[in-house]
């Protein structure tokens, strides 16, 4: 009897998610394009599971290993290699066999794949995967989606069984709708991964530039933020980032590491999608930003060579400060959130795809790497209001401690600005709670100026809204 499924790629997550298939009980094939990364992988790796992984060095013996309906999860390297790598598959696999792209796909790419592959006769699938290399192997979050009825009869008890589990059993693996919407739900969780992330950073650096903490102090004050509402893997991280020790020197290994932050695009993507859609998501595209200005390191050497008188602030009361960053992380946080949430429920409506918001926040709450008890707070939001929130800042769950943040934060954003420490998160997500809480905004000038230069028109507050108007602003002869 063949393998239960395949595995195409033994990269960092296909062994992992391989390895962790096999110790649930079901038995996999697995390939990889070149044979050294497979032939390492059961020799170092493939221990206790041996009667439950095949290796395959040839594509043909792959496919042929596998029962019928065969299931093939693709873990390789997103973009035009998921095409490549399906199609060199199309030849040994027969009608009704499935695909699962289980790579950060774009998830434009993964609907176009579903419609194309599917006139070849085979049933493409997407699934976003987040945990990375431990949470593939010991339970990610999947967000998975496509033709329903493949989940319900082929896929779902399989991915059910390896995802990660909430405290209360619930597995962190739910279908998320039909076409690419698996792959966006994990474009946004990865936006949400950037802005997150950014947010602790920034914390770091004013504990560090602000207060003068020093690294020791700076991982007790993250730890305590981690025994509070602040708890989540990235806060326990980055404590124990900062307690770890440079092997070669002893030093804090933090203070040896570049300020040079990298990205594979998945926040990019998010960016991108929230200008498409025209969405404010400045906390998610800041991130992205913070990456990209982190990454001319040599321009920023320079500039501070030309500009070098960095204002030196005093601070009165460090733990009163303290406490004000805690409020203005957890505030960011909540914001950036927002902003995810609204994002995918705007896709939901203009795809049509009925996402679950409240059930994707409890995917979230375990396996990946934005997993904090936090996310059980969004699915109280969202089963609080029936489904309908038009932005987590307004429900009852987030907004009295929001009110209760907002002077600690303000306090927090003018000190690094008058400290000139960069702290673009903390400062745009006040931004935008103060433009998303204030009824009058400056655009009435700026359709005053769109209409003079374009005739672009504008609405008037005395009359109704779909009505237009054209001022004559200036005689053109
Ligand atoms: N790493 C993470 O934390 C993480 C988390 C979530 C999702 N992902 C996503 O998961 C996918 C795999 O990531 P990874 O971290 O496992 O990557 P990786 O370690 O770099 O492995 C890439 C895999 O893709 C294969 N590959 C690359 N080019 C190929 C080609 N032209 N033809 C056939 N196979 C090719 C590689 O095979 P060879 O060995 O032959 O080169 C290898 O098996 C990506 O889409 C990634 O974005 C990664």
Not at 2 to 26: D, E, F, P
Not at 207 to 213: D, E
Not at 387 to 393: I, P, S
Request: aromatic share 10%; hydrophobic share 40%.
């Amino acid at each position: 009897m063949g393998s239960y499924v395949g595995v195409v790629g033994m990269g960092v997550m296909g062994q992992s998610l391989a390895l962790n298939i096999a110790n649930h009980g079901y038995t996999v094939s697995v390939y990889n394009r070149h044979g050294e990364a497979t032939k390492d992988f059961m020799e170092s790796r493939v221990k206790a599971q041996k009667d439950k992984v095949t290796a395959t060095y040839e594509l043909k013996d792959f496919v042929d290993s596998l029962e019928a309906p065969r299931k093939v999860i693709l873990m390789v390297k997103a973009g035009p290699v998921v095409d490549a790598v399906t199609d060199s598959l199309l030849p040994f696999l027969s009608e009704g066999d499935i695909v699962v792209d289980a790579g950060n796909s774009y998830y434009k790419d993964t609907s176009r794949r579903m419609a194309d592959y599917a006139k070849k006769g085979i049933s493409f699938f997407g699934m976003g995967v987040s945990g990375g290399e431990k949470g593939a192997l010991v339970g990610p979050s999947i967000m998975p989606s496509g033709d329903k009825n493949l989940y319900d009869n082929y896929l779902g008890k399989l991915l059910t069984d390896i995802s990660a589990h909430t405290e209360d059993g619930s597995p962190c693996c739910d279908y998320i709708g039909p076409e690419g919407s698996g792959q966006y739900v994990k474009m946004v969780h990865n936006g949400i991964e950037y802005g997150d992330i950014q947010i602790i950073d920034e914390a770091y650096f004013i504990m560090k530039n602000v207060l003068g903490m020093s690294n020791a102090e700076m991982a007790d004050a993250f730890e305590s933020w981690n025994n509070g509402r602040l708890d989540s893997f990235l806060i326990e991280i980055t404590y124990k980032i900062l307690r770890e020790k440079d092997p070669d020197t002893g030093d804090d290994l933090i203070d040896h590491i570049l300020d040079e932050a990298a990205q594979k695009g998945t926040g990019m993507w998010t960016a991108i999608e929230g200008l498409e859609m025209h969405m404010a998501i400045p906390t998610m595209a800041e991130a992205v930003f913070a990456r990209n200005l982190s990454a001319v390191k040599d321009e920023r050497v320079i500039a501070s060579k030309v500009f070098t008188d960095k204002p030196s602030v005093s601070v009165e009361d460090r733990d009163a400060l303290l406490a004000d960053l805690e409020q203005a992380v957890y505030a960011s946080k909540i914001m950036s959130y927002a902003q995810g949430f609204q994002l995918l429920e705007k896709a939901s409506r203009e795809h049509d795809w009925n996402l679950k918001l409240g059930d994707i926040a409890l995917l979230w709450r375990e396996g990946c790497i934005i997993r904090a008890k936090f996310l059980g707070r969004i699915k109280a939001a969202y089963d609080q209001s029936d489904g309908k929130v038009q932005n987590l800042m307004l429900t009852d769950e987030f907004r009295d401690e929001i009110k209760a943040a907002v002077p600690g934060w303000r306090r927090v954003v003018v000190k690094a600005i008058e400290a000139g420490v960069y702290v673009p998160t903390l400062a745009n997500s006040l931004m935008y709670f103060d433009g998303y809480t204030s009824e009058f905004l400056s655009a009435n000038l700026c359709q005053a100026q769109r209409d003079w230069f374009g005739a672009h028109t504008y609405h008037r507050d005395d009359q109704p809204h779909d009505l237009s108007f054209h001022h004559r602003w200036e005689e053109l002869d």
